[in-house]
């Protein structure tokens, strides 16, 4: 089993112990070891959370940490050690659990900009008349509808993340995993794009669990953020994030927003630490 050392896991706020009724997402005391050449590494330790339907959470923690073992995790991609983890299928069938937004967009670059958005359409066998429809729709939605025919290596980093957002949401999943989806772009296009992603969660309302490495992003976006600790993960403190909706730029200016992410990173920068001392 993996080892425990309860020192420092330290609970802000509440976390139920047990299964929340209704919970979206039930992560139950989930760890992670892989197998390597230089022994065991225990990338997360003893991890549980719920999600409710409609709630979107954050996930914040030092590199290395293992946020993106665990959504890979969620995901199915990969196997857990102990533990587990339930997705509450909906009443639509034929819609899929979950879709996965990774930091580096995955378009495929032989595919236009339209397909790629309805490939997970195409997928599911969707016809293409009615799937270009509903990529098309995405497309207009932020912008892209004149790019539908240009191939990614036509269209910019910030349009290509576009791309591969609404591409998992014309899916229309059950919950939505994405994994620091803005990571690559810069500071000016990234503020652009959590607005915008902003604003489709607040018509939309999926189940969201976002990975990030900003706090701004994590405060801005969330309803809950979730801290977790350096190697192994464990979850060190949550924070319920109570700024009113809808959220827009300006709430990024208030001072209850800079409390927020004040508190949060004076527990991170001592994981931060942590981390890279572990790393020395
Ligand atoms: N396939 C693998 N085999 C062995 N070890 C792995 C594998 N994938 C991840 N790890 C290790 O597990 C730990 C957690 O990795 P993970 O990628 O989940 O971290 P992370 O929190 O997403 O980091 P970052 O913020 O840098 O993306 C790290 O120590 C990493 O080296
Ligand atoms: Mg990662």
Request: with cysteine; net charge negative; aromatic share 8%.
């Amino acid at each position: 089993m993996a080892p425990r050392d309860s020192a420092g896991n330290l609970e802000m706020n509440h976390t139920a112990p047990n299964s929340q009724p209704g919970a979206k997402i039930s992560a139950r005391n989930v760890s992670k070891i892989y197998d390597t050449a230089d022994g065991s590494i225990v990338a997360l330790d003893d991890f549980s959370l719920d999600v409710q339907e409609g709630e979107f959470v954050c996930i914040v923690g030092p590199s290395g940490c293992g946020k993106s073992t665990f959504l890979r995790m969620l995901a199915g991609l990969e196997d857990i050690s102990f533990g587990s983890i339930d997705i509450r299928p909906g009443e639509d069938p034929a819609k899929p659990l979950n879709s996965v937004v990774f930091q580096e967009y995955a378009i495929f670059p032989w595919k236009t900009v339209i397909e790629n958005v309805a490939f997970g359409l195409q997928m599911r066998g969707v016809n293409e008349a009615t799937r270009h429809e509903i990529a098309r729709m995405w497309l207009d939605r932020v912008g892209l509808g004149k790019f539908a025919g240009y191939y990614p290596q036509q269209i910019s980093g910030g349009m290509k993340q576009r791309v591969s957002i609404i591409r998992a949401l014309a899916n229309d999943p059950e919950v939505l995993l994405m994994d620091e989806p803005l990571g690559a772009l810069d500071a000016q296009t990234r503020v652009v794009l959590q607005d915008e992603l902003m604003r489709i969660w607040e018509e939309t309302r999926k189940t969201v669990v976002y990975i990030t490495h900003s706090l701004d992003e994590a405060v801005f976006l969330g309803d809950r953020v979730i801290l977790m600790s350096a190697q192994p993960g464990r979850k060190l403190a949550t924070f319920n994030i109570d700024l009113p909706r809808p959220r827009t730029i300006d709430t990024m200016n208030t001072p209850r927003f800079a409390e927020y992410r004040a508190e949060i990173w004076a527990m991170l920068s001592r994981e931060v630490t942590r981390a890279m001392e572990q790393q020395q």
